[in-house]
T-cell receptor, first 111, second 112 residues
Framework: KNEVEQSPQNLTAQEGEFITINCSYS?????LHWLQQHPGGGIVSLFM???GKKKHGRLIATINIQEKHSSLHITASHPRDSAVYIC?????????????FGKGTKLSVKP | DAGVTQSPTHLIKTRGQQVTLRCSPK?????VSWYQQALGQGPQFIFQ???????QRGNFPDRFSGHQFPNYSSELNVNALLLGDSALYLC???????????FGQGTRLTVV
């Protein structure tokens, strides 16, 4: 079983829809990261959080440490949000600072 | 601030050859981590460099080696390339081993 599990694996939405991507992890962590990867490879860090909730524009990330679960929400989705969203954790499983990644959620937002 | 820069962006090598990939960290960052991302998979940790030393290593063979220079830039070397080494190689830098990671655009390595 992977240490970081994401769901769904693929997601198609209509423009304007509210989107939720989930991440569960099985190791102790110091922080959880949400990352965005567009075709072509580059990864952009969206959030790094260790408790509670963070908001940036239309993006909201929450984490429940007790349940070892995090969600990434996108409000009023737009085609430019189409990308792979990756959950990663640090400080778990003896990682001591490196990241353990989930396999990603491929989001496609249709106009 | 140029952010994290990697070179080259694309590379084609033949089996058995050796390759060197380069990474310049974001200004103010002293830690560099390298990841391998196979097609359709999440990145896998290769190793992390801090204070010019390999601080931690993932489950990769000794064919994968690295170096960090006094200016905090880093190189990833892969010897005796295999077809399975074809992947996107990502570099991430941070302020200290526990800081928030910032990623480069990656180097796409194809081994033929």
């Amino acid at each position: 079983k992977n240490e970081v599990e994401q769901s769904p694996q693929n997601l198609t939405a209509q423009e304007g829809e509210f989107i939720t991507i989930n991440c569960s992890y099985s190791v102790g962590i110091s922080a959880l990261h949400w990352l965005q990867q567009h075709p072509g490879g580059g990864i952009v860090s969206l959030f790094m959080l260790s408790s509670g909730k963070k908001k940036h524009g239309r993006l909201i990330a929450t984490i429940n440490i007790q349940e070892k679960h995090s969600s990434l929400h996108i409000t009023a989705s737009h085609p430019r949000d189409s990308a792979v969203y990756i959950c990663a954790v640090s400080g778990g499983g003896g990682s001591q600072g490196n990241l353990i990644f989930g396999k990603g959620t491929k989001l496609s937002v249709k106009p | 601030d140029a952010g994290v820069t990697q070179s080259p962006t694309h590379l084609i090598k033949t089996r058995g050859q050796q390759v060197t990939l380069r990474c310049s960290p974001k200004s103010g960052h002293d830690t560099v981590s390298w990841y391998q991302q196979a097609l359709g998979q999440g990145p896998q940790f290769i190793f992390q460099y801090y204070e010019e030393e390999e601080r931690q290593r993932g489950n990769f063979p000794d064919r994968f080696s690295g170096h960090q220079f006094p200016n905090y830039s880093s190189e990833l070397n892969v010897n005796a390339l295999l077809l399975g080494d074809s992947a996107l190689y990502l570099c991430a830098s941070s302020r200290g081993p526990w800081g928030e990671a910032f990623f480069g655009q990656g180097t796409r390595l194809t081994v033929v």
